[in-house]
């Protein structure tokens, strides 16, 4: 064979072929375990690759308003160093009671409002340890990553829990996130908020032990 011509021996009595482990990129039994209960995966959270073997536990989430950093807005400036922390951050952008947008100073979208991927990819950078994403339209998100779902890609290794994870959260899950919050907020009032004064607001949220098991 084209190995052993090139002087490359076999391992053993084994031969050239090797036996290695593969893994979904995500699993099917995945829960979120917050405030005392269980939820569930696609019920109520996506997400599209296992980041870790072990349960990511943590009992506080920073909530870093739409996730965006711009020239005129920046949600991490005043959200702070993120590093090693749970986020949570909403889809869309910032606009005024006028329906004006904060970043464009239009009534024209800018650039981050196309999906999540690029805050998904600031938060990786400014290196959050898991990111929740408040989906404006859930069923929507879930459809729009069916593709990811029905077809998970594999992987070598399950991970070692240094690489962010990305959940895309129902209004449920996200109501339980700001139950107990002392200045009684909740996205709708931190949108109007924000809106508003045409500034990021950034506040922490606090939990009983919550764990995310991927299985």
């Known amino acids: 064979g084209f190995y052993k011509n090139i002087g490359i021996p076999p391992i053993a009595s084994k031969g050239y072929a090797q036996n290695f482990p593969?893994?979904?990129?995500?699993?099917e039994k995945s829960v979120i375990a917050l405030n005392g209960s269980n939820y569930l995966f696609k019920k109520d959270f996506i997400y599209t690759r296992i980041t870790s073997e072990k349960p990511?536990?943590?009992n506080e989430v920073v909530f870093c308003g739409y996730g965006i950093t711009d020239?005129?807005?920046d949600d991490y400036k005043i959200a702070g160093d993120v590093k090693d922390k749970v986020i949570m951050i909403m889809e869309g952008e910032p606009l005024n009671k006028d329906s004006v947008y904060l970043i464009t100073g239009e009534k024209k979208k800018s650039s981050w409002s196309l999906g999540v991927f690029r805050k998904m990819e600031l938060a990786k950078k400014n290196g959050a340890k898991a990111v929740f994403i408040i989906a404006n339209d859930y069923e929507a998100s879930v459809k729009s990553f069916q593709r990811f779902l029905e077809h998970p890609s594999l992987m070598l290794d399950k991970g070692n829990g240094?690489?962010?994870a990305f959940f895309i959260i129902n209004k449920e899950m996200t109501d339980v996130f700001f139950k107990n919050n002392a200045d009684n907020l909740n996205p709708d009032?931190?949108?109007?908020i924000i809106g508003e004064n045409g500034q990021p607001k950034s506040i922490v949220l606090k939990l009983k032990s919550t764990s995310i098991q991927f299985n």
């Open 189 to 192: 009032k931190l949108r109007k």
């Open 22 to 27: 593969l893994y979904l990129s995500i699993s």
């Open 162 to 164: 240094k690489e962010c």
């Open 71 to 73: 020239d005129k807005y």
């Open 56 to 58: 990511i536990d943590f």
